[in-house]
């Protein structure tokens, strides 16, 4: 067999975390290989080290069969190997062009960098990838979905052969990841190899020729994608018999705790959000869907206290509440776990313990007099760690060096645990591992059950479908439709967000 890569006994140790456990992985030149696991099980450790990010701290790579060291990412693109990663790198500022030859520009005449020959190059690239962008505008102006898509052009401009990307749809809407699979299996016909990893089998099974699955650091197995079962995947990855799906009783919701009336939110003199009205019941999971892009992330920015409103009105618990900063918002109990918690939900240059009993400060015990009450906080930090599972060495270490999805794990944790009235949560399935996700969505139906109002935003139909007593659908910042899982099913839910129905 023709292997693009080889990688023979690879071990990372972290302190005390093993975070890659003599992995014998191989990926065949040509081909798509999807790398599943839970969160924290040392997928992104194991391509960082295919990347020259990080050093093994045992074992050996070949690349197409010679033994390689790959000492920087300089290197790794010397052996022709791109990564995409799971946070975006590109310059906003910047043009497509600029980002592409970023540290790598032409020279013209001796001195000037030659943005010619880089743009005719870029434009190749983005004809190649279907993406027919501006080469004039800044990346920033773009949508996450083509930015994604400019990082790997990005990558193939720097004449990357194999691509390694790591959880690229997690940040994108279902339309959108078809989109970008397509352009996947387009590159793979170019004869590149690419190794993707993901949390949804769907995509592994949609995608790849082979599947790896990682577990605790270890390599658990390769198999062809023709021959395993979903079933058997999901055991691989959390070594135990699938867990049951979220059961939830039906029941009568309370009265109304948080309203949102003829809301309009403009930005940059775009309406994002148009005369949006619906309200949310105590004991009510309110699902909110839509393609992303159609105004739910600035209607929920509004809603935190993040954005202002243009025009109409916030209630909750009977009070307007337009005029209330985020903070006075979440001192009245509306607790939010943000969409992208990385860069909002987290300070990641604080410890995890800081983090995790942030906006807890005023809880009683937590302090004495003006002290705070340092075992008390620990305590309950401990207690919240094994709850959600985050995987961390100690409470004392940066939050920025934990794992993706156990940071989200981290802020899920901290803003379930104020048991609160009221709950916004965006996105509550992305990056996160099937347990943890069953785990959450448990914990959203017990909120619900005990009498919380809760604001679900999604663009997973499943998640939406199997939690909501009430959806929303919006479309083009309207909210086009609202119904019930009872009355509906996917294919009308996928009219109303494509707008070709509505029932307001
Ligand atoms: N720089 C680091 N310092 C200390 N520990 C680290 C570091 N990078 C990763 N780890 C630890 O190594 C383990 C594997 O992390 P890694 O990021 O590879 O997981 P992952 O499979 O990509 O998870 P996710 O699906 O959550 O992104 C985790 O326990 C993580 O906390
Ligand atoms: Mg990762």
Redesign the pocket.
């Known amino acids: 067999m023709n292997y693009a890569i080889e990688t023979h006994q690879i071990s990372?140790v972290?302190?005390g975390?093993?975070?890659?456990d003599r992995i014998n992985l191989q990926v065949i030149d040509g081909h798509i290989h999807a790398v599943l696991?839970?969160?924290?099980?040392?997928?992104?450790?194991?391509?960082?080290i295919l990347f020259g990010e990080?050093q093994p701290t045992a074992g050996t790579i070949k690349i197409h069969d010679e033994p390689v060291k790959i000492s920087s990412p300089a290197e790794a693109l010397r052996l022709s190997i791109g990564f995409i990663h799971?946070n975006f790198t590109l310059v906003n500022e910047f043009t497509i062009g600029q980002n592409f030859a970023l540290g790598i520009e032409p020279i013209k005449n001796l001195i000037m960098a030659d943005y010619d020959s880089v743009n005719k190059k870029t434009r190749d690239i983005l004809d190649l990838l279907d993406m027919p962008l501006s080469l004039e505008a800044p990346v920033g102006s773009f949508s996450v979905e083509e930015r994604q898509i400019i990082e790997i052009g990005k990558a193939l401009y720097r004449g990357a052969q194999i691509l390694i990307l790591?959880?690229p749809t997690s940040v994108l809407t279902p339309q959108k990841i078809e989109k970008l699979l397509d352009i996947l299996r387009r590159l793979k016909k170019e004869g590149k190899t690419i190794i993707m990893?993901t949390?949804k089998l769907e995509e592994a099974f949609s995608i790849a020729d082979e599947i790896s699955v990682?577990r605790k650091?270890a390599l658990v197995a390769t198999m062809a994608r023709d021959q395993v079962s979903r079933d058997q995947l999901i055991r691989l990855m959390v070594g135990e018999e699938p867990l049951s799906v979220v059961e939830k009783s039906p029941h009568e919701f309370g009265d109304t705790l948080f309203e949102v009336k003829d809301l309009c939110v403009r930005v940059g003199g775009r309406d994002m959000v148009k005369h949006v009205d619906f309200e949310v019941h105590r004991g009510e999971i309110f699902g909110l869907t839509g393609v992303g892009g159609n105004g739910q992330a600035e209607l929920v920015e509004a809603l935190t206290g993040m954005r202002p409103v243009s025009e109409g009105e916030i209630r909750f618990n009977g009070k307007s509440v337009v005029k209330w900063d985020i903070r006075k918002r979440r001192l009245a109990g509306m607790a939010y776990v943000p969409e992208n918690r990385i860069t909002r939900g987290t300070a990641v240059t604080l410890s995890v313990l800081d983090n995790l009993v942030m906006g807890h400060h005023y809880r009683p015990g937590f302090h004495s007099g003006f002290v705070l009450n340092q075992n008390a906080m620990e305590t309950f930090a401990e207690a919240l760690i094994r709850q959600y599972e985050v995987?961390?060495?100690s409470l004392e270490?940066n939050a920025g060096?934990?794992?993706?999805?156990?940071?989200?794990k981290l802020v899920i944790g901290r803003e379930f645990s104020m048991e609160t009235p009221f709950l916004i949560v965006a996105y509550p399935s992305q990056?996160?591992?099937i347990r943890t996700t069953k785990y959450v969505q448990s914990e959203l139906i017990r909120r619900r059950d005990t009498g919380c109002a809760i604001l679900l935003v999604s663009g997973d139909l499943d998640e939406i479908f199997s939690l909501s007593d009430r959806i929303g659908v919006m479309y083009s910042g309207e909210l086009v439709a609202i119904t019930r899982p009872e009355e509906t099913n996917r294919f009308e839910l996928g009219q109303y967000m494509v707008g070709s129905r509505r029932n307001r």
């Open positions: 990372k972290f302190g975390t093993v975070a890659n696991g839970e969160n924290g099980a040392g997928k992104t450790t194991l391509m960082k990080e799971q790591d959880e990893i949390h990682l650091g995987v961390a060495s270490i060096s934990l794992s993706g999805g156990n940071l989200q990056g996160i591992d």
